[in-house]
């Protein structure tokens, strides 16, 4: 028996706040929408609000470049703003959770303006630096994750300096006890003035491979990433300490961007006695048909795929670890779109992941307009991308020519993170009850159809099983953990596991196809149980098998 902390078992809701919701009539999200909001988001029965970056930024990669972290980005609003929503937010049994960028900062930051001036600046040392190779060029092949080599010349020092994200996003040397220090300073700010946790962005390459020697490129980008990027020798000092100097003085929980972990490694980050982080997530489910990261190979949805992922991840738990799971977030695309169908079952496919999603072990994380089932975009004209990630593709693509132009185009529009940020609709007048004025980025042209207000008049909708869903939720612990039986495992269109905590049973049924399909079970038992959730109406069910409907999702509780 285990007693489940706040953190494990709420729902957490992630916004992206400069496609969220716009009061200054800028085009761009901002705190007071947040504000406005917030009885929104207390409604759907969430309880934490995960933000992406909120700090001062050029947004070279929106907010995740930051150039002050104890200031806000003047688009979003300003300091009183802030403290007005963490304010409104507790009031309302509402938890705030912000976005620490600590493995890089913006090039405009002032650390690395500093370190730009001379070798012998004290801020030199912030940032990583490197002499070229004998040839003049960069110290090592490491690519970086947004295309490009990791490295960019400092032309009046004749050194580099180290970016694993864009040129943009200089790499912090945290092997520097002083800029440790500066990070935790930072987070103190935040957390004095009573922020309830931290999501931490690419936590896991705070210590990357020290020998910087060439890796060997064909063994792929995952694994280039898992090897020498993350993991390194010393992630588990730093992370200790962070906890010893920051997080156990406060009641806030940390929960890691695990790019780079296995589940073989994951509990060294958040087992119980480990004192790291309290939760992490991993890539395994958000790269489900991503082979080798963005626009390399693609699969289609592999069903099977997914159900290993689930079952791999579950040692975590058994090392007394625990982790957060996602179907979306701001860096993919739509999840109804990827893994549902959007076309013809939208709303019973978004019910069901949601299912899904809400079931697994570990704390849910879902992403802003998955609630009323946005889908991607269609983007015909390259001009009309905003992405520096899918630009860069886009753009070293033509030198390359790996794909022609359309195909680069389609695979934008198939995985680009425009995708999930677009902005957020709330009604159908003209700019979707977002903002005032032409937003930043196009609206998704559904939104006269597919929005919260439709929705919340719609008894059927998606909005509506959310909040069912979310309210259940809070009121069993099953839904976030306890020991896991499947059924119909080699089925590619069925997920379909009983739960046990205690004495409780939780029989979970999910389809995956775009037809009916009739299941055997002993069906009989499940007289006993009580059926808590159904994205359909009715279930069709005899003595001996069950009917489901494309897509259907069930969920019957013992007791
Ligand atoms: O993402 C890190 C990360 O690994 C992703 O960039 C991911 O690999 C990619 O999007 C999948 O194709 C975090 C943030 O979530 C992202 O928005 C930032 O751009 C990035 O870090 C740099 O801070």
């Known amino acids: ?227 020498h990027y993350a993991n390194g020798p010393k992630i588990h000092d730093y992370l200790k300490e962070m906890n010893d100097q920051v997080m156990q003085h406060y009641d806030a929980f940390s929960m890691g961007e695990g790019v780079g972990i296995t589940p073989e490694n994951a509990h060294l980050y958040v087992g119980a006695d480990r004192k790291e982080l309290d939760m992490i997530y991993h890539f395994d489910i958000l790269e489900n048909n991503i082979l080798d990261g963005k626009y390399e190979e693609v699969t289609s949805f592999d069903l099977l795929q997914l159900k290993q992922v689930f079952r791999n991840w579950q040692t975590v738990f058994e090392n007394k670890g625990w982790i957060a799971n996602a179907l979306g977030n701001h860096d993919f695309a739509r999840l109804v779109s990827r893994f549902g169908n959007d076309k013809n079952y939208r709303t019973e496919s978004a019910k069901m992941l949601v299912t899904m999603m809400a079931t697994q072990n570990g704390t849910l994380n879902i992403y802003q307009g998955d609630e009323i089932g946005m889908t991607n975009i269609h983007l015909d004209d390259i001009d009309k991308v905003n992405d520096i990630q899918a630009l860069n593709f886009y753009v070293e693509n033509l030198e390359t020519k790996k794909f022609t132009s359309e195909v680069a185009l389609q695979m934008i529009n198939n995985e680009g993170r425009d995708n999930a940020r677009t902005p957020m609709q709330w009604d159908n007048s003209e700019f979707a009850g977002f903002s005032i004025i032409k937003p930043w980025l196009q609206l998704n042209p559904n939104f006269t159809d597919l929005n919260v207000l439709n929705q919340s008049q719609d008894r059927n909708s998606i909005l509506n099983y959310y909040k069912k869903l979310f309210s259940v939720k809070k009121d069993y612990d099953i839904f976030s953990y306890g020991s896991y039986e499947e059924f119909e495992k080699q089925n590619k269109y069925i997920y379909m596991y009983e739960k046990m905590l205690n004495d409780q049973k939780m029989l979970v049924i999910l389809s995956f196809s775009n037809l009916e399909i009739v299941i055997d079970y002993k069906i009989k038992k499940l007289k006993t149980y009580k059926l808590l959730l159904n994205n359909y109406n009715f279930v069709n069910i005899d003595n001996y098998k069950i009917t489901l409907k494309p897509f259907q999702s069930l969920v019957y509780m013992s007791n």
Not at 29 to 35: K, N
Not at 93 to 117: M, R
Request: glycine fraction near 6%.
């Open 1 to 227: 028996f285990m007693v489940l902390e706040w953190y494990k078992k709420n729902t957490i809701y992630q916004i992206y706040p400069r496609s969220f919701k716009d009061t200054s009539g800028n085009g761009i999200g901002d705190l007071r929408g947040i504000i406005e909001k917030l009885d929104y988001l207390k409604s759907l029965h969430i309880e934490i609000i995960w933000i992406s970056p909120i700090f001062e930024s050029p947004n070279k990669d929106n907010g995740y470049d930051v150039s002050d972290y104890c200031a806000i980005m003047p688009e979003f609003g300003n300091m009183d703003d802030f403290d007005e929503l963490l304010d409104i937010a507790h009031s309302k049994g509402l938890k705030i959770v912000l976005d620490l960028v600590p493995n890089h900062t913006s090039n405009e930051h002032k650390w690395f303006k500093n370190a730009k001036t001379s070798v012998d600046n004290k801020y030199r040392d912030y940032y990583i630096w490197k002499k070229p190779k004998a040839d003049g060029g960069p110290p090592n092949n490491w690519p970086s994750f947004f295309g490009g080599p990791a490295w960019t010349l400092d032309e009046s020092s004749g050194e580099y300096y180290l970016h694993l994200f864009t040129k943009y996003q200089p790499d912090l040397n945290w092997e520097n006890p002083k800029v440790r220090e500066e990070i935790y300073k930072a987070m103190r700010f935040w957390l004095d003035k009573g922020v309830d946790g931290f999501r931490m962005d690419v936590v896991t390459l705070l210590s990357k491979d020290l020998s910087f020697k060439d890796v060997d490129l064909n063994i792929g980008f995952r694994k280039i990433i898992e090897d």
